[in-house]
């Protein structure tokens, strides 16, 4: 039973660890560049990380699905697939990219500078990073892939900020978490077992390419909904409000960022268990059993810090340094919002492990609408407090609408199988 307990958290503790570097790394920069002059390294770094799985076209999950398969066939099988999966994630991390670029360009009022050609590249370094991450965690090595995907990167780029922080600005420590992760990247071809040490890159045949396309489209939904949800209103803040605004809002979601991971890590363990439940012919009360479990041990484990959280936000803003203080009543409402996550539960692992990915990518438009909608009427009217309300409302209405559905779904098909009618 130890074993098991020690394999189950194991992964887990290593992405933590990552997390942790991260958050530090974070307040390194905040206290050697200030809220104003580090507005920039904020922004960016926060849009880059989360278009990653936008970059990726979702093949990092379709990378994860697949890759258990081929291992049968050897590591060259493997490694031609994962060279196939980087070579169409790095075409639509360029095409990202360039966007990035030329709103880089646009939004510091037509003056060339060169870190505004960093996006293009970090975008499609993330991309990497995500990609091989996921395939290692395919072929039963978690542990590796919580460590190539994340930790060595975000560890690399928290060590460089140790050394240089306070000589650089915030464009050169772009340009050290752009190389950060390429770096991360890279090294993957080294990870124990040799499975990398192929031919990196491969454009893919035509057959496998459409195979792909096809594959990867709804899970790219689901992720582009996501991240757009959060990169539009953030970029509303980044022009309307002042630069120490956005700071302040960027360190507050990376605060409450800590808590996603943890809370994900606890999820996660639960993932396999709601995808077996939900093959059952009555699924609805293994499912909600395994989901009621989940839902507890994340109270359990982080209802401490929660409270914590919700008490002390001006203590904890603090730590990026004394003019991080005025973020505190956004930092409030998002750890706020994690509570109320942590008591709907995992609603995305919930759809997905039931098989309702369309829906969940079909509702991601309608909550991406009124997240933006809402954005445009507040943010301007209450700065960055008007962007965590916008996306809090979107969040609540896409979980319980969520957990309804897929509640509804399965008892729709515990009726088709007791022979009853469907709306009976």
């Not at 050609?117 to 993330?126: E, K, M, R």
């Not at 560890?155 to 992760?181: K, M, N, P, W």
């Not at 080294?190 to 792909?212: H, Q, S």
Request: a positive charge; hydrophobic letters at 55%.
């Amino acid at each position: 039973m130890l074993s098991g307990a020690i394999r189950t958290l194991l992964p887990s503790s290593v992405r933590m660890i990552g997390a942790g570097f991260q958050f530090l790394s974070t307040v390194m920069v905040a206290r050697a560049l200030g809220d104003g002059p580090g507005a920039p390294f904020f922004f960016w770094s926060s849009v880059l990380m989360t278009s990653g799985p936008i970059a990726t076209y979702g093949l990092e999950q379709i990378a994860l699905r697949n890759v258990p398969r081929l291992e049968r066939e050897g590591p060259d099988a493997v490694n031609g697939f994962v060279a196939n999966v980087r070579a169409m994630s790095l075409l639509l991390s360029v095409i990202l990219g360039l966007g990035w670029v030329v709103y880089a360009f646009f939004t510091t009022l037509g003056q060339f500078e060169m870190w505004q050609l960093l996006p293009l590249f970090c975008q499609g370094a993330i991309a990497l990073v995500l990609i091989n991450g996921e395939t290692l965690k395919g072929l039963s090595r978690p542990v590796l892939g919580s460590l190539f995907g994340h930790v060595i990167p975000v560890g690399l780029f928290c060590l460089l900020v140790a050394l240089f922080a306070d000589r650089l600005g915030a464009g050169e420590i772009l340009a050290l978490y752009t190389g950060s992760f390429f770096t991360g990247a890279v090294l993957a071809r080294y990870a124990p077992g040799g499975v990398f040490k192929g031919r990196f890159i491969r454009w893919p045949d035509r057959e496998t390419f459409r195979a792909l396309l096809r594959e990867g489209f709804p899970v790219c939904c689901v992720s582009l909904f996501g991240a757009l949800g959060f990169i539009i209103p953030l970029a509303i803040c980044e022009t309307t409000q002042p630069a120490e605004e956005v700071s302040h809002l960027t360190a507050a979601f990376r605060i409450s960022l800590l808590f996603v991971v943890f809370s994900g890590a606890i999820h996660g363990v639960f993932a396999p268990a709601l995808s077996r439940n939900a093959e059952l012919s009555r699924p609805l009360r293994p499912v909600m059993k395994v989901y009621g479990k989940s839902i507890a041990i994340s109270l359990l484990t982080l209802g401490l810090p929660v409270a914590f959280g919700i008490a002390f936000p001006e203590w904890i803003m603090s730590i990026f340094g004394d003019h991080f203080r005025n973020g505190a009543d956004e930092l409030r409402l998002l750890v706020i919002l994690q509570l109320l996550s942590l008591m709907m539960g995992p609603v995305a692992y919930l759809l997905l492990m039931t098989g309702h990915t369309r829906f969940l990518a079909r509702f991601g438009v309608l909550k991406l609408g009124l997240v933006v909608l809402l954005s445009f009427l507040l943010i301007p009217r209450i700065g960055g407090t008007g962007m965590v309300v916008a996306m809090g409302i979107g969040f609540i209405g896409e979980g319980v609408i969520g957990v309804a559905y897929a509640v509804w779904k399965m008892k729709q098909k515990e009726r088709h199988v007791a022979g009853r009618p469907i709306g009976t």
